[in-house]
């Protein structure tokens, strides 16, 4: 995924996210399905990871994340997308990198009510609209010794079959969530932190083909 930007660089992610506003495209009905445009609707846990490099940009600097997953569960309908847990950091585990370093914490997990909407439209070539909503991160800035900045809100991304030739990382024949250029908003933190940052990355998106064993190696697809 490409270079993080931000100071304050929280993840998409994900912020992983990131992450991650705009409503679906329009009414259609939405079904997501184990696989294929044919194969049974999946409901149950998913797993999303970072395609690459996150990059998150400000007015203030810029970083990336190198690693990021988020695990959750969707209903077959495409409601009540939940994120559970959300982590976003740098190669190794450490503190994402850029003009400055940052250490992103998430918060006030889980993250419900989001959804993923099939789209017959086919906005910037997706397959459905994914919002991942009431997240919230903090990043601790490695700037003017160190400053707090929290950022929150819905993040809204298309979401693309693993089939799609639009899809942003076509070395990966998964569905794919991608953020591209999403604007956030500061939700809490020092004066210094910047009022918004822009997101950019894209997630590899996985269900399990048995449920509850954690091993995420189902292909899922999106119709309507």
Same mark, same amino acid.
């Given at each position: 995924?490409?270079?993080?930007?931000?100071?304050?660089?929280?993840?998409? %992610?994900a912020? %992983?996210?990131?992450?991650?506003?705009?409503?679906?495209?329009?009414?259609?009905?939405? /079904?997501?399905?184990?696989?294929?445009?044919? =194969?049974? &609707?999946?409901?149950?846990?998913?797993? %999303?990871?970072?395609?690459?490099?996150?990059?998150?940009?400000?007015v203030?600097?810029?970083?990336?994340? *190198?690693?990021?997953?988020?695990?959750?569960?969707?209903?077959?309908?495409? #409601?009540?997308?939940?994120?559970? *847990?959300?982590?976003?950091? +740098?190669?190794?585990?450490? $503190?994402?990198?850029?003009?400055?370093?940052s250490?992103?914490?998430?918060?006030?997990? $889980?993250? /419900?009510?989001?959804?993923?909407?099939? *789209? $017959?439209?086919?906005?910037? @070539?997706?397959?459905?609209?994914? #919002?991942? %909503?009431n997240?919230?991160?903090? =990043?601790?800035?490695?700037?003017?010794?160190?400053?707090?900045?929290?950022f +929150? +809100?819905?993040?809204?991304? !298309?979401?693309?079959?693993?089939?799609?030739? !639009?899809? &942003? !990382?076509?070395?990966?024949?998964?569905?794919?969530?991608?953020?591209?250029?999403? /604007?956030?908003?500061?939700?809490?933190?020092?004066?210094?932190? $910047?009022?918004?940052?822009?997101?950019?990355?894209?997630?590899?998106?996985? @269900?399990?083909?048995?449920?509850?064993?954690?091993?995420?190696?189902?292909?899922?697809?999106?119709?309507?």
């Open positions: 995924m490409a270079r993080i930007r931000q100071t304050a660089v929280i993840g998409t %992610a912020l %992983a996210v990131l992450a991650l506003g705009a409503a679906p495209a329009s009414a259609a009905t939405t /079904t997501v399905r184990a696989g294929s445009a044919t =194969a049974a &609707p999946y409901a149950g846990d998913v797993k %999303a990871s970072l395609l690459g490099v996150a990059t998150v940009s400000t203030i600097g810029n970083g990336s994340c *190198d690693e990021s997953t988020m695990t959750g569960s969707v209903n077959s309908d495409g #409601t009540n997308l939940t994120i559970d *847990d959300a982590t976003f950091s +740098g190669a190794g585990g450490g $503190p994402c990198t850029g003009t400055t370093s250490t992103i914490t998430v918060q006030n997990l $889980p993250w /419900t009510g989001g959804s993923v909407a099939y *789209d $017959p439209n086919g906005t910037n @070539g997706r397959d459905a609209s994914v #919002t991942i %909503a997240f919230r991160v903090q =990043a601790v800035v490695d700037l003017f010794g160190g400053i707090t900045c929290v +929150g +809100g819905n993040l809204t991304a !298309d979401g693309f079959n693993g089939n799609n030739p !639009d899809r &942003p !990382d076509t070395t990966s024949g998964e569905a794919q969530v991608g953020v591209d250029g999403a /604007t956030v908003s500061k939700q809490g933190g020092s004066w210094l932190c $910047p009022s918004t940052a822009t997101v950019t990355a894209t997630y590899e998106l996985l @269900g399990e083909s048995t449920p509850g064993s954690g091993t995420f190696d189902q292909s899922l697809y999106v119709t309507g």
